[in-house]
T-cell receptor
């Protein structure tokens, strides 16, 4: 079945640093790909998505490009803020699209 | 409501007790999902409803777990004879039938279950 692999955390950065969180996937066909974010004490929120190869999803300064050649969907942000501290999950639909499979999550800590 | 609402937010149970977790999805959302999130892990799928029909329960870990959505809106996840390994955050999500929102799921804040 479809699966994702994320880089392990925690990732600790200084404010305004460049962020990359790696995500690679294994899938049948070309499913949509998602990044979800979980702030402390809250549920998961959709951060961005891409629905087909070469699509770039973007939101709140975060970007991720759906690359079928490398089966990757890496999350990037040019300048992180303390408020970006959270756990980030890469995900894709499985089982005919009726459920999501998530990576193990990458915790990001941004310090002043 | 504006978002997915789950209750209670926290539940402490003694081993062997039965618990019931409630999910109130976004109004009008056809799809409803339950996930289990262990500490430090990503959510794991438990079960899926489309309206009142439970179309996939392949992720339920044992027959102690039971979910229902009798009127196609509010859903309840019931765990019988709780065990320590059931301790986790239980997340509910709902989804729209709109094709433009395909596969997008909106999550509640979860119920943190601790079994002592």
């Amino acid at each position: 079945g479809n699966s994702v692999t994320q880089m392990e955390g925690p990732v600790t950065l200084s404010e305004e640093a460049f962020l990359t969180i790696n995500c690679t996937y294994t899938a049948t066909g070309y499913p949509s790909l998602f990044w979800y974010v979980q702030y402390p004490g809250e549920g998961l929120q959709l951060l961005l998505k891409a629905t087909k190869a070469d699509d770039k999803g973007s939101n709140k300064g975060f970007e991720a490009t759906y690359r079928k050649e490398t089966t990757s969907f890496h999350l990037e942000k040019g300048s992180v803020q303390v408020s970006d501290s959270a756990v980030y999950f890469c995900a894709l639909p499985t089982g005919g699209g009726n459920k999501l499979t998530f990576g193990t999550g990458t915790q990001l800590k941004v310090e002043l | 409501g504006a978002g997915v609402s789950q209750s209670p937010r926290y539940k402490v149970a003694k081993r062997g007790q039965d618990v019931a977790l409630r999910c109130d999805p976004i109004s009008g959302h056809v799809s409803l999902f339950w996930y289990q999130q262990a500490l430090g892990q990503g959510p794991e799928f438990l079960t899926y409803f489309q309206n009142e029909a439970q179309l996939d329960k392949s992720g339920l870990p044992s027959d102690r777990f039971f979910a229902e959505r009798p009127e196609g809106s509010v859903s309840t996840l019931k765990i019988q004879r709780t065990q320590q390994e059931d301790s986790a955050v239980y997340l509910c999500a709902s989804g729209d039938r709109n094709l433009l929102a395909k596969n997008i799921q909106y999550f509640g804040a979860g119920t943190r279950l601790s079994v002592l």
